[in-house]
């Protein structure tokens, strides 16, 4: 249910005046740490990396590759290799979906994580500050380089994974003290220049977002503790043909930037992205599950 609800964040963000699509991104990037790392542990090791990667591509691929041509056929643009590859999306912008990019920075992380998951496992918090701190070099050298990494996003990342490793679980007195504070964040957020498309900022939205999200942490490692119901794995699964394939609806959609354009494409959307799942994503994820249990027995 979590991931359903950023992935409406990033509908509304696209059919709105408010920028709190970022947000969701970055909390995806948080929930993405935490997952990888509690894969990592429980399925693969520093031995089965190869499994992990095959895995991890099986998941984001099939539907991307999809949602990609599909995109590109219905909008008229142009694909380039980044557009099957993937990798360097975020970098040049060329991608019919619009929202790319993040899945670009996600599979960076997973190249990274064979090395960053046994570090932060011995050596958490000094791992957590020199990754910090190389996020903070990566956004100032960000604009001279032109190129877009994971490395801008590096600690939501491991947050999360910490968070599965730690394997802390707040109160829930602590965890809805951390929902009262995000909230009390939100509203004083919604007072700053970043809340709105305005276009002068006092520094990159995205930092504002990794920023925002950190009241937020220990509601969501609460949260996350929680056995999820089959019902909440299938809306999961849901949003990511959700997040993958809106944008592409609302540009065919909205064309004179009417209330009542943007109403029909986010509800456009819903439908469509259940029927993605229905017929697309869910067929291959069964797939993939298959595979990599033929994978597993092998190993």
């Given at each position: 249910?979590?991931?359903?609800?950023?992935?409406?964040?990033?509908?509304?963000?696209?059919?709105?005046?408010?920028?709190?699509?970022?947000?969701?991104?970055?909390?995806?990037?948080?929930?993405?740490?935490?997952?990888?790392?509690?894969?990592?542990?429980?399925?693969?090791d520093e031995k089965q990396f190869v499994s992990f990667y095959i895995s991890r591509a099986l998941r984001i691929y099939p539907l991307?590759?999809?949602?990609?041509?599909?995109?590109?056929?219905?909008?008229?643009?142009?694909?380039?290799?980044?557009?099957?590859?993937?990798?360097?999306?975020?970098?040049?912008?060329?991608?019919?979906?619009?929202?790319?990019?993040?899945?670009?920075?996600?599979?960076?992380?997973?190249?990274?994580?064979?090395?960053?998951?046994?570090?932060?496992?011995?050596?958490?918090?000094?791992?957590?500050?020199?990754?910090?701190?190389?996020?903070?070099?990566?956004?100032?050298?960000?604009?001279?380089?032109?190129?877009?990494?994971?490395?801008?996003?590096?600690?939501?990342?491991?947050?999360?994974?910490?968070?599965?490793?730690?394997?802390?679980?707040?109160?829930?007195?602590?965890?809805?003290?951390?929902?009262?504070?995000?909230?009390?964040?939100?509203?004083?957020?919604?007072?700053?220049?970043?809340?709105?498309?305005?276009?002068?900022?006092?520094?990159?939205?995205?930092?504002?977002?990794?920023?925002?999200?950190?009241?937020?942490?220990?509601?969501?490692?609460?949260?996350?503790?929680?056995?999820?119901?089959?019902?909440?794995?299938?809306?999961?699964?849901?949003?990511?043909?959700?997040?993958?394939?809106?944008?592409?609806?609302?540009?065919?959609?909205?064309?004179?930037?009417?209330?009542?354009?943007?109403?029909?494409?986010?509800?456009?959307?819903?439908?469509?992205?259940?029927?993605?799942?229905?017929?697309?994503?869910?067929?291959?994820?069964?797939?993939?599950?298959?595979?990599?249990?033929?994978?597993?027995?092998?190993?």
């Amino acid at each position: 249910m979590v991931r359903v609800l950023l992935a409406s964040a990033v509908i509304i963000s696209h059919i709105s005046k408010y920028d709190i699509g970022r947000l969701g991104v970055i909390v995806f990037f948080f929930l993405s740490g935490y997952w990888t790392s509690r894969i990592w542990t429980e399925k693969f090791d520093e031995k089965q990396f190869v499994s992990f990667y095959i895995s991890r591509a099986l998941r984001i691929y099939p539907l991307f590759l999809v949602v990609s041509l599909a995109s590109s056929i219905f909008r008229g643009l142009p694909l380039s290799l980044e557009n099957f590859l993937l990798f360097g999306i975020a970098t040049t912008g060329n991608d019919p979906t619009g929202v790319s990019w993040s899945l670009d920075i996600e599979m960076q992380y997973y190249l990274l994580c064979p090395l960053l998951l046994p570090l932060l496992r011995h050596f958490p918090w000094t791992t957590l500050t020199v990754c910090s701190a190389v996020t903070a070099v990566a956004w100032i050298v960000t604009p001279t380089l032109g190129i877009r990494t994971a490395l801008l996003y590096l600690p939501a990342f491991l947050a999360g994974a910490l968070s599965d490793q730690s394997r802390h679980i707040p109160s829930a007195r602590s965890a809805y003290s951390s929902l009262g504070l995000f909230a009390l964040a939100s509203v004083g957020a919604y007072f700053t220049p970043f809340f709105t498309k305005s276009t002068h900022d006092p520094f990159h939205r995205d930092i504002f977002a990794l920023l925002w999200l950190l009241p937020l942490i220990p509601y969501l490692q609460r949260s996350l503790s929680i056995r999820s119901s089959h019902i909440d794995r299938v809306l999961g699964d849901y949003s990511y043909a959700l997040y993958l394939m809106h944008y592409a609806i609302i540009a065919l959609i909205v064309v004179s930037d009417t209330a009542s354009e943007k109403l029909v494409a986010g509800i456009v959307s819903y439908g469509v992205a259940a029927l993605l799942y229905i017929a697309v994503d869910a067929p291959l994820n069964g797939m993939r599950y298959r595979l990599m249990r033929v994978f597993s027995k092998k190993a």
